[in-house]
């Protein structure tokens, strides 16, 4: 080959390596520095809103930054492959040069951003999705055991256990009766309440009746608990379909009785325990069942009756004490209030009078004392409360007597602000001397307390109380004259 002299010179002095400089910017060491150096500031890049509105343009045509541009970059940076090799063991941003190159540019923002810039450009998972790269990080795979959750083929005993556990379990895969009965076993062999009440409720709806009964019958923790679900949720139709198959008939009786809750009515509530007055019932049951449908009956009347007097408004009671409530389906007790209240004057042959009530439902003396004295305090009728505690001896001698004790009748008088005369009166009446002084001192029943005093000659007491009168008053010279008087000889 024929060179000139000129072409010699620049081939011997020119060569397409460079030797080793400090400063050589075309090491690609230095590049790869510079490259880490980048990828550490792309948080100022990516914080920054106003860049994601730019977007740089190599000479190329391409973006800057995106995925093509770097992998062009890294390449023409690339010195020999024997380089290349060794910078690859020790530096690991050599494996970026392994992504696969997509189809499309994309912007460092969007890129680390995991979204995609407006415009035509694909988000990075879209674009990686549809190359055949290899995924580094496969999802894996649930255990065995999570998909057993959502199939069929659980036992008795592991349907029991979840059940417990309070997981959802389906039933329905139980067909057969042996399956069923084995299900209720293993259910009554965990001894959890919860647990065998879900399994009968299955039972209940799977079987009839006939078989149902049948199998319970001899299972009797089982048939406890239906029991129990029955009465809590009122199938009382079931529920009496089940005692008449176990010839349970006292149950059956009070099961039928508690219909009556039922029925608002009180007519057709007064026809319906009029025939359970015949079911088998024991006999304190019985006498119950009876009075029960006796007081309804009674209050029946008495609701009709009262209930025209009051619209007449020709009765002094009801004008002055309008009724709050109806009488009807209330209890004994507050029948007999009602009465003393309204009807304490009626004769004992009308349903409305207190001493026809306390005869009809044997109602004991201190029950009807108490009430009456409540109902009569409440009115004020101080006569009648008198009346109420006064008794006649054979030799017609009066004398006072209460069978529920003095001292709780002056505490009901009070509580119904009887006035001081008539609290002191019954003061007197209570036997014990300490508790009467209580009462006394507690009541401001002065005179009570002085007398008292003084026929214990106490008169360190007296003295002391003398402090709590008013002064001036009527107590307290009553109190000074027993004090200087001669004639009581006081113990201290």
Same mark, same amino acid.
């Given at each position: 080959m024929n060179r000139t002299k000129g072409d010699e010179e620049e081939y011997w002095n020119s060569s397409k390596f460079k030797a080793f400089t400090f400063d050589d910017e075309d090491d690609e060491l230095s590049q790869l520095k510079e490259s880490k150096r980048a990828v550490n500031s792309l948080r100022d890049f990516v914080d920054d809103d106003d860049e994601d509105d730019l977007e740089r343009v190599s000479w190329t045509g391409e973006p800057v930054g995106s995925i093509s541009w770097s992998i062009k970059e890294t390449a023409g940076n690339s010195g020999s492959s024997h380089e290349r090799e060794q910078l690859k063991n020790r530096n690991s941003? *050599?494996?970026?040069?392994?992504?696969?190159?997509?189809? *499309?540019?994309?912007?460092?923002? *969007?890129?680390?951003?995991?979204?995609?810039?407006?415009?035509?450009?694909?988000?990075?998972?879209?674009?990686?999705?549809?190359?055949?790269?290899k995924s580094y990080a496969p999802e894996l795979g649930r255990p065995k055991g999570e998909y057993r959750d959502y199939s069929n083929d659980w036992s008795p005993s592991d349907t029991v256990?979840?059940?417990?556990? &309070?997981?959802?379990c389906s039933l329905e895969r139980f067909r057969s009766l042996q399956d069923k009965i084995q299900l209720l076993e293993e259910a009554v062999s965990?001894?959890? &309440?919860?647990?065998?009440?879900?399994?009968?409720?299955?039972?209940?709806?799977?079987?009839?009746?006939?078989?149902?009964?049948r199998e319970l019958e001899v299972r009797q923790v089982a048939l406890r608990h239906l029991i129990h679900f029955l009465k809590e949720i009122g199938d009382q139709k079931l529920l009496l379909d089940l005692f008449r198959f176990l010839d349970r008939t006292e149950e059956l009786a009070l099961s039928h009785y508690r219909e009556h809750l039922n029925i608002q009515d009180p007519e057709k509530r007064k026809e319906f325990l009029k025939t359970c007055i015949g079911l088998p019932f024991s006999a304190e049951d019985s006498a119950h069942i009876q009075d029960h449908y006796t007081?309804?009956?009674?209050?029946?009347?008495?609701?009709?009756?009262?209930?025209h007097l009051e619209l007449a408004g020709q009765t002094e009671v009801f004008r002055k004490h309008p009724r709050k409530a109806s009488i009807l389906n209330m209890p004994l007790v507050t029948t007999l209030f009602y009465s003393c209240f309204y009807h304490y004057t009626e004769a004992e042959g009308t349903f409305s009078s207190p001493v026809n009530l306390k005869k009809t439902f044997k109602i004991p003396d201190?029950?009807?004392?108490?009430?009456?004295?409540?109902?009569?305090?409440?009115?004020?009728?101080?006569?009648?409360?008198d009346a109420l505690f006064t008794t006649k001896n054979w030799l &017609?001698?009066?004398?006072?007597?209460a069978p529920i004790g003095f001292h709780r009748v002056v505490e009901i008088l009070h509580k119904n602000s009887a006035p001081v005369q008539v609290l002191q009166e019954y003061v007197n009446l209570v036997e014990d001397v300490d508790t009467k002084l209580n009462l006394a001192t507690k009541f401001k029943c002065h005179d009570v307390v002085i007398d008292t005093c003084r026929d214990l000659k106490d008169r360190q007491q007296l003295l002391a109380y003398r402090s709590k009168v008013d002064k001036g008053s009527a107590e307290e010279e009553k109190i000074d004259a027993l004090l200087n008087s001669s004639q009581i000889r006081w113990k201290n």
């Open positions: 941003f *050599s494996t970026y040069a392994q992504l696969p190159k997509p189809a *499309s540019a994309y912007s460092l923002s *969007s890129f680390f951003r995991g979204r995609t810039r407006p415009g035509s450009f694909q988000s990075l998972s879209d674009a990686l999705s549809d190359t055949p790269a256990r979840r059940l417990r556990k &309070g997981k959802v965990m001894h959890d &309440g919860n647990v065998i009440t879900a399994v009968l409720i299955f039972l209940k709806r799977t079987l009839s009746k006939e078989i149902l009964f007081l309804l009956e009674r209050q029946i009347i008495i609701e009709a009756n009262d209930r201190k029950q009807y004392v108490l009430t009456a004295l409540a109902a009569r305090a409440k009115l004020r009728a101080w006569h009648d409360v &017609g001698y009066t004398k006072k007597r």
